[in-house]
């Protein structure tokens, strides 16, 4: 993969995450789901408060400084304390932030060199992991992940 073909799975992506989104109401939008699930605003604070994080990093690199990481075991509780904060957001601000935190990313991304994305030795605290896997796993494989639970809501 290249960075050109990183950040057009990128977009394409997100168009098809935003699609599902695209006629929602905003009663749909901020309705739990089943057991009292997640809403959709609830999911889209929760995408946007990794890709905050995945900005957060990416400026860190820049200025040459080591992030913190989240390790595997600690992801449930960071998403748990997130959900926590997003919770109560008014659903437009979620969805400036949604918008918003997506568009930094991007422009952080292009500032990106192509080998700190692809070299698996370039950032050892990625233990032997390119960049861009993060870059995948927090954009289009997490929306991905979460595009079917809003289809199941919006029928």
Request: hydrophobic content about 40%; charged content about 30%.
């Given at each position: 993969?290249?960075?050109?073909?990183?950040?057009?799975?990128?977009?394409?992506?997100?168009?098809?995450?935003?699609?599902?989104l695209?006629?929602?109401?905003?009663?749909?939008?901020?309705?739990?789901?089943?057991?009292?699930?997640?809403?959709?605003?609830?999911?889209?604070?929760?995408?946007?408060?990794?890709?905050?994080?995945?900005?957060?990093i990416?400026?860190?690199?820049?200025?040459?400084?080591?992030?913190?990481?989240?390790?595997?075991?600690?992801?449930?509780?960071?998403?748990a304390?997130?959900?926590?904060?997003?919770?109560?957001?008014?659903?437009?601000?979620?969805?400036?932030?949604?918008h918003?935190?997506?568009?930094?990313?991007?422009?952080?991304?292009?500032?990106?060199?192509?080998?700190?994305?692809?070299?698996?030795?370039?950032?050892?605290?990625?233990?032997?992991?390119?960049?861009?896997?993060?870059?995948?796993?927090?954009?289009?494989?997490?929306?991905?992940?979460?595009?079917?639970?809003?289809?199941?809501?919006?029928?």
């Open positions: 993969m290249t960075k050109r073909e990183l950040l057009e799975a990128i977009h394409k992506g997100r168009a098809e995450f935003e699609a599902v695209a006629d929602l109401t905003p009663e749909q939008m901020t309705a739990r789901g089943a057991g009292g699930g997640w809403s959709v605003k609830d999911t889209l604070g929760h995408v946007a408060v990794w890709e905050s994080r995945l900005v957060t990416l400026y860190a690199i820049e200025r040459g400084v080591t992030p913190k990481a989240i390790r595997a075991a600690e992801v449930d509780k960071f998403n304390e997130s959900l926590a904060e997003q919770r109560d957001r008014p659903l437009e601000r979620v969805l400036s932030d949604f918003a935190v997506h568009a930094q990313l991007l422009k952080r991304l292009e500032g990106v060199p192509e080998h700190d994305l692809f070299d698996p030795r370039r950032f050892e605290w990625m233990e032997d992991e390119p960049l861009a896997r993060m870059v995948a796993a927090d954009t289009f494989e997490h929306y991905a992940e979460h595009r079917p639970a809003i289809e199941a809501m919006r029928s």
